[in-house]
C-alpha cells in the first residue's frame, strides 16, 4: 500500500475561552479567518500575532502547541485550584487511595441508583449500606490504577462514609467531575514547632556546625545542643527554663539542611560537584581524531629504576636524564641504593574520543611540557614499531593529525612550546577549567580502566586508597623494571583495552570503531618530515662555512645555504633539528626554512641516540683516534638497530631531553676532536705520476683494505703535490 501522511488539510479550532501556548508563548484567540487565525499574547503587551492554518498544523504535527479548554472562563478556575496544575494521572500514593475510595462509592452509588435499589437520600443511602459496600469493593478492584492498590487502614475501603458525606462527594462530583474528588487532607496538621524561640535558635546554631569538615556525627551534634541549653539554664529560675529539644527534632534540623552544602562543607567542592553535578550526553564526537583529549596519570605500579635492554644504548648521564640508575660496583656502599631505588611513573596519554583509541602516550618522571609535545607527535606517528617491539597481536596504527585537542590547566599542556606546536600543525586547541574532571570525562575513565584493569595485573600495584592498600606494601614488591612495564603497558592498551568491548560504543570495540569511522570519513593525514621537524624539533645557532653546517658530528651541506653563504656571510644561521631523524636539518634563511640533507644519505630517518649510540662503540674501539671511519659508524648503526629495536622502542615512551645542556655535553665529551672520513684506496695514475683523486660516486663505496703499506703511502704524500689533498670528508 501507498501510504502518505500530510498535514496540509489539518485545520484547528479554538473557542474564546482557551489559552493556547506556542513554542512555549501564551495566547488567547481574538479572531479567525478562512486563512488562519489572529492570537493575541497573554502578557502585558497585548501584541497580536497571525498563524495561518497551515503554519499551525504543522506546528501542531511537531507537538509544539499546548491548549488549556476553557483556561480563561471563570467557572475553570473552580477547578484548577483544586487540581493544583497537577494531571489526575499523575497521582500516587495516599491521594490516590482516597481518589479511588471516593470515586468508587460515588460509582456504586450511581449504579444502584439507575437499577432503582436505591434512592439519594439519607433513609435510603443508610438501607442500603451493605450492598453499597460491597458494590463499592468490587469496581474498586477491577476499575483502580495499578497504584492505588494497597490501601491502608486509614484509607480502608470497607469503612462506609455517612449518608451525608455520599450525597457531598455526589454533589462535588456533579459540578467540577472527577476533580471534586480530589482534596487537601495532605495540608491539615500543625507544621510549626512548640519549641522556645530562643531554644529554637540555640538549636539551629549548634545544627550549623555538622557543616564542617572535622565531620561530626549526629549525636555529636544532640549533645552540643544539649549541653549548650543546659549552659543556658544555669542560674535560672524553673519557669525561665528552656526544654532541651530531643533527638528526633535536631535530627530533622540537620535533615533540613541543603543538601549540596552539607555535600561541600564536609567532604568538598569536588566531592559535591561529583555527587550533584547533572549527567548529559556528553561530548558527541563522530569521526576518527576529531575531538583528543590528553591528561597525566601518576602510574599505580611502582617499579624498579632500572632497565636491561636499555642499557645498553644509553650512557650513565643519558640514564640519569630519564630517571634511571645504573648498577654501580658491588663494594661501592651506594650499590644497594642504585640498584634497588623504586619509584612511580607518570603517563602522559591521548584519547580520541570517537574512537576510544589510545593514540599516544610517554613516560616520565614528572610532568612536563616536553613530555606533552613528544605525545602530541605521537598522535601524528604510525605506532607500528611500538606493536612490533613487543609482539602484539594487533596493529597499533591509530595516527593523523587531529582537529581538537582537549586539556586542563596543568603547567605542562599551558607551555608556549605546546601551544605553538599545536597551532603550528593546524590543530585547534581547548583549555578545559581546573578541577573539573567531568570536562575531560574519556580520558579520565580510560585512566579509570588503567587503575582498575592494567595495574591490579602488575606486581607492585600501589592501589587507589590506603582502605584498599590494606597491609600491602607496593614498595616491597615492586619487581618489574622499567622494560618489564613498559612491556605491559603496551600489550594492555594494543592487545587488551583495544580489543574490549565498550560501553560507550554500544558495545563495539575501540579497534572496530577505528576501522569503521577512518574507512568512511578518513582523517588528517600527518604532517611531512620537515614540518615534523619544524614543528617539533630543535632550533639552535650553528656555524656556517664552506664545509656546511656540522651537528653532533654529522655535517650537512647543500647549494642552497653556500649560496647564502657567498650572498650573506652569516656566520651564524638559525637551524632545526630533531633527535628522531638525523639525515636532514632546515635552516633560515630570511623568513623561509629549507631543508638541507645530511652529506651522508645512509642517516635518512636515523635516530640520533643511535647515531650516538654508534659512534660511542666504535670510538670505545680505539678510543685514541682523532678520526672515526664513516663505514664502520654505519655498521655500528645496522648492528644497533638490528639488536636493540625492542629496546630502542620502549626508550621510545619514555621522555627524551634534548636540551641545549646536553647538546653542549655531548658535542663536547664524545665528539670534541673528532673527524669523519670515508676511506678510499688510492690508485696509481697512468705513468705512475702521483695519485688520482676518486670521483664522487666512488666516495659512497663501502670500504676496502688500504693494499699500499702506511709508510710508502706517506712517502707518496711527501712526493705529490696532488697527494696533498686528503679524501676525506671532513
Known amino acids: 500500500m501507498d501510504l502518505s501522511f500530510s498535514s496540509q488539510n489539518a485545520r484547528y479550532a479554538f473557542r474564546p475561552f482557551d489559552r493556547v501556548t506556542i513554542d512555549g508563548m501564551a495566547f488567547r484567540l481574538h479572531m479567525e479567518t478562512e486563512v488562519g487565525v489572529a492570537l493575541t499574547r497573554d502578557d502585558e503587551t497585548g501584541f497580536c500575532q497571525q498563524f495561518s492554518h497551515s503554519d499551525l498544523a504543522r506546528l501542531g504535527s511537531l507537538g509544539r502547541i499546548r491548549v488549556e479548554r476553557d483556561y480563561f472562563d471563570p467557572e475553570a478556575s473552580r477547578k484548577r485550584q483544586l487540581r493544583q496544575s497537577a494531571p489526575l494521572t499523575t497521582l500516587s500514593g495516599r491521594p490516590l487511595r482516597r481518589f479511588v475510595r471516593k470515586d468508587a462509592y460515588c460509582e456504586a452509588a450511581i449504579e444502584l441508583n439507575r437499577e432503582n435499589l436505591m434512592k439519594f437520600t439519607d433513609d435510603s443511602i443508610a438501607a442500603s449500606m451493605d450492598t453499597l459496600v460491597g458494590r463499592a469493593a468490587q469496581l474498586a478492584s477491577k476499575r483502580a490504577p495499578s497504584g492505588a492498590m494497597g490501601i491502608l487502614p486509614s484509607e480502608n475501603l470497607g469503612e462506609a462514609p455517612s449518608p451525608r458525606t455520599l450525597r457531598r462527594w455526589l454533589a462535588e462530583r456533579n459540578d467540577l467531575n472527577l476533580i471534586g474528588h480530589l482534596d487537601t487532607m495532605d495540608q491539615r496538621g500543625w507544621r510549626g514547632t512548640r519549641l522556645d524561640p530562643e531554644a529554637t535558635a540555640i538549636m539551629r546554631k549548634e545544627v550549623q556546625k555538622y557543616l564542617s569538615r572535622d565531620k561530626p556525627t549526629m549525636q555529636h551534634v544532640y549533645e552540643n545542643v544539649r549541653m549548650a541549653i543546659d549552659q543556658r539554664n544555669e542560674g535560672c529560675a524553673k519557669e525561665d527554663r528552656l526544654n532541651v529539644p530531643s533527638r528526633e527534632t535536631v535530627r530533622r534540623a540537620i535533615r533540613a539542611l541543603d543538601p549540596f552544602r552539607v555535600e561541600v562543607a564536609r567532604n568538598g567542592e569536588a566531592a559535591a560537584r561529583k555527587k550533584f553535578r547533572p549527567v548529559l550526553n556528553g561530548v558527541s564526537a563522530t569521526r576518527p581524531l576529531e575531538r583528543v583529549e590528553i591528561d597525566e596519570w601518576t602510574v599505580d605500579v611502582s617499579t624498579l629504576l632500572e632497565s636491561t635492554e636499555i642499557y645498553g644504548i644509553l650512557t650513565e648521564e643519558e640514564r640519569r636524564q630519564i630517571g634511571l640508575y645504573i648498577k654501580g660496583d658491588e663494594k661501592d656502599p651506594r650499590h644497594k641504593e642504585k640498584v634497588k631505588r623504586k619509584d612511580r611513573w607518570t603517563l602522559t596519554a591521548a584519547i580520541c574520543c570517537a574512537t576510544r583509541c589510545i593514540v599516544g602516550m610517554v613516560l616520565s618522571r614528572s610532568a612536563n611540557s616536553e613530555a606533552a609535545v613528544q605525545l602530541l607527535q605521537m598522535i601524528t606517528t604510525d605506532k607500528g614499531a611500538w606493536a612490533d617491539a613487543v609482539g602484539s597481536l594487533t596493529p597499533w596504527d591509530m595516527h593523523g593529525t587531529p582537529e581538537l585537542i582537549v586539556f586542563d590547566g596543568g603547567a605542562a599542556f599551558k607551555s608556549l612550546r605546546f601551544r605553538m606546536a599545536a597551532e603550528d600543525l593546524g590543530v585547534m586547541w581547548e583549555m578545559a577549567m581546573n578541577g573539573v574532571p567531568e570536562n575531560r570525562g574519556t580520558i579520565e575513565r580510560a585512566f579509570g580502566s588503567f587503575s582498575s584493569d592494567f595495574a591490579p595485573r602488575l606486581s607492585g600495584h600501589t592501589f587507589s586508597s590506603i582502605m584498599e592498600k590494606g597491609d600491602a606494601d607496593p614498595e ?25 568491548p565498550h560501553h560507550g560504543l554500544g558495545g563495539e570495540t575501540p579497534v572496530k570503531a577505528w576501522r569503521r569511522m577512518s574507512k568512511h570519513q578518513g582523517v588528517t593525514p600527518p604532517p611531512d618530515a620537515e614540518m615534523t621537524r619544524l614543528c617539533f624539533g630543535h632550533q639552535r645557532e650553528y656555524r656556517l662555512d664552506k664545509n656546511g653546517i656540522t651537528i653532533l658530528g654529522v655535517r650537512y651541506q647543500s647549494e642552497v645555504i653556500q649560496d647564502y653563504l657567498r650572498r650573506e656571510a652569516p656566520g651564524k644561521v638559525a637551524v632545526r633539528w630533531h633527535p628522531k631523524d638525523v639525515g636532514a636539518i632546515s635552516v633560515l634563511w630570511g623568513k623561509a626554512w629549507y631543508e638541507v640533507p645530511a652529506l651522508d644519505p645512509t642517516l635518512r630517518g636515523v635516530a640520533a641516540q643511535t647515531w650516538l649510540t654508534a659512534v660511542r662503540h666504535v670510538r670505545d674501539g680505539n678510543p685514541k683516534a682523532n678520526r672515526l671511519d664513516n663505514a664502520a659508524v654505519r655498521e655500528a648503526i645496522k648492528a644497533i638497530k638490528a639488536r636493540n629495536d625492542a629496546a630502542m622502542a620502549n626508550a621510545g615512551l619514555n621522555l ?20 669523519f672520513v670515508e676511506p678510499k684506496e688510492l690508485r696509481s695514475a697512468e705513468g705512475g705520476l702521483g695519485t688520482e683523486i676518486p670521483s664522487s660516486s666512488e666516495l659512497t663505496m663501502a670500504p676496502e683494505k688500504t693494499t699500499k703499506p702506511a709508510k710508502a703511502a706517506k712517502m707518496e704524500r711527501g ?5 696533498n689533498m686528503t679524501i676525506e670528508e671532513d
Do not use: C, G, M
Not at 623494571?481 to 594492555?492: E, Q, Y
Not at 712526493?719 to 697527494?723: G, Q
Open 656 to 675: 627524551e631531553d634534548w636540551s641545549e645542556q646536553r647538546f653542549a655535553r655531548d658535542e663536547k665529551k664524545l665528539l670534541a676532536s673528532i673527524e
Open 476 to 500: 616491597k614488591r615492586a619487581a618489574l623494571t622499567l622494560d618489564d612495564f613498559t612491556f605491559a603497558l603496551l600489550r594492555w592498551v594494543i592487545d587488551i583495552y583495544h580489543n574490549t
Open 719 to 723: 712526493t705529490s703535490p696532488k697527494s
